[in-house]
């Protein structure tokens, strides 16, 4: 069972569309969420963490359901720009506060 | 700051080389992480390092070897190359505190043949 489960996509959408995605955890001891943003060939780069009350940067929106053990990001607006892979990401105290990466959602916005 | 440097970007071994893969951060960042990246199984931590001379093992450990003998590099040594660990591999740094926020370098990609 993967420690982080999300659905590979990949997602087509329009410009201006709304797109959310969702990830599920298997270790409810899991401490910290993140979105990271990863570009064809490219590094990781951190979009936005994820706190348990929700939190929005800009067109981004963050939410984590601890109950349901589940984390979901949400875009508005979508941009060209937008078009990346999208990587849930948890950290787990228990062991040495190591990440755990997803295997990323990919989204292409269609102009 | 240059951030987390990586080199090389690009190396194709044969079954049994060594080599080593080079890491450096210039954030004065304690804790440093390799992972691996293959398709369909997103990242992997190889190993870590939490400071100077501190080492420990993460998912996927096996046929990789690091030492940390200064804050900045960080490199990871692949003992005997086998055609599974051809991936894609990212050197991570970050300070540990509320963010946790993790910078990668721009990875390596290696194919062993």
């Known amino acids: 069972r993967k420690e982080v489960e999300q659905d590979p996509g990949p997602f087509n959408v329009p410009e201006g569309a709304t797109v959310a995605f969702n990830c599920t955890y298997s270790n409810s001891a899991s401490q910290s969420f993140f979105w990271y943003r990863q570009d064809c060939r490219k590094e990781p780069k951190l979009l936005m963490s994820v706190y348990s009350s929700g939190n929005e940067d800009g067109r981004f929106t963050a939410q984590l359901n601890r109950a349901s053990q589940y984390i979901s990001l949400l875009i508005r607006d979508s941009k060209l720009s937008d078009s990346a892979t999208y990587l849930c990401?948890?950290?787990?105290?228990?062991?040495?506060?190591?990440?755990?990466f997803g295997t990323g959602t990919s989204l292409t916005v269609i102009p | 700051n240059a951030g987390v440097t990586q080199t090389p970007k690009f190396q194709v071994l044969k079954t049994g080389q060594s080599m080593t893969l080079q890491c450096a951060q210039d954030?004065?960042?304690?804790?440093m992480s390799w992972y691996r990246q293959d398709p369909g199984m997103g990242l992997r931590l190889i190993h870590y390092?939490?400071?100077?001379?501190?080492?420990d093992q993460g998912e996927v450990p096996n046929g990789y070897n690091v030492s940390r003998s200064t804050t900045e590099d960080f490199p990871l040594r692949l003992l005997s190359a086998a055609p599974s660990q051809t991936s894609v591999y990212f050197c991570?740094?970050?300070?540990?505190?509320?963010?946790?926020?993790?910078?990668f370098g721009p990875g390596t990609r290696l194919t062993v043949l």
């Open positions: 991570a740094s970050r300070v540990t505190g509320r963010t946790d926020t993790q910078y």
């Open positions: 954030m004065n960042h304690e804790y």
């Open positions: 990401v948890v950290k787990w105290v228990l062991t040495g506060n190591q990440f755990y």
């Open positions: 390092s939490v400071g100077a001379g501190i080492t």
